[in-house]
């Protein structure tokens, strides 16, 4: 059991964390080091569509990769002049966005139907002024013909496994409980094998039905959970996976029959 005394502890650590996060002028963002100079036109657009506040980026050092949040004539890290986001800074980055587009005629209307859907949210970017036609172009794409990739469901069901794992509940026994179609109130036992868990049947049979109702049966088996969590934390720890719109793979198992 954690005490109190860990709380409060705990929240100092936070403070101390933030603390220093803020003292060194850097807004904590999963972007900092992606080198912006690298970025492909598609790239460029899935950054300007994310999370990320890019008008309050001003420059780019290429000796210490990361990104300047306040404008330094020198770095103050290494000295060196940093790139700076000037108007032609945005002249070649439109170039490579317009070349990117021209290629994928749906890259505009698939980005922003997979922003919308995501966070929930028709509103569009904040691009920078310099790209202003970008802006229009936002505005007038149509959703696509085809159903986007639904990036929402993986993160909802990566999130619920995460938490049901914390209530004892592996991703077998998730799976367990979605084949059974009737769990009695009280202790329960699958197949008279033993405890199912120490949750009681109505908090199981609870879980079990708002699973069905959020997810739906189909594609709810072992293949499916392990593409979500495995493509999830991938999002979450490489950046560039998100810019490249990288998709769930098959798992090596499925791929070897
Ligand atoms: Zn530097």
């Excluded at 790139?83 to 317009?98: T, Y």
């Excluded at 868990?197 to 072992?222: A, M, V």
Aim: aromatic share 8%; charged share 25%; glycine share 6%.
């Amino acid at each position: 059991m954690e005490g109190p005394e860990q709380v409060v502890g705990s929240d100092e650590q936070f403070l101390r964390d933030i603390k220093q996060i803020f003292s060194q002028g850097v807004p904590p963002s999963p972007y900092s080091s992606v080198d912006i100079l690298k970025l492909s036109g598609a790239e460029w657009v899935r950054l300007l569509a994310s999370e990320f506040i890019v008008s309050s980026l001003v420059g780019w050092c290429q000796t210490c990769e990361r990104t300047l949040w306040t404008y330094e004539i020198q770095c103050a890290q290494c000295g060196t002049a940093p790139v700076i986001l000037d108007d032609m800074f945005w002249e070649r980055v439109g170039r490579k966005i317009k070349a990117a587009l021209r290629h994928d005629h749906q890259l505009l209307s698939v980005v922003k139907a997979e922003r919308e859907d995501l966070y929930r949210d028709g509103r569009a970017p904040v691009f920078p002024p310099q790209l202003d036609w970008l802006r229009a172009m936002w505005t007038k794409a149509l959703r696509p013909a085809s159903r986007p990739f639904n990036l929402r469901r993986h993160y909802e069901l990566a999130n619920s496994l995460h938490d049901l794992a914390g209530l004892g509940l592996s991703e077998d026994k998730v799976l367990d409980l979605l084949s059974v179609s009737t769990i009695p109130d009280g202790k329960f036992r699958l197949n008279e094998k033993g405890l199912f868990s120490k949750l009681p049947g109505q908090f199981l049979r609870t879980i079990r039905d708002l699973l069905l109702n959020h997810f739906g049966t189909k594609r709810l088996h072992k293949e499916e959970l392990w593409r979500t969590k495995q493509w999830v934390n991938r999002q979450r720890l490489t950046p560039l996976a998100r810019l490249r719109g990288e998709r769930p793979r098959l798992s090596p198992l499925a791929t070897e029959g």
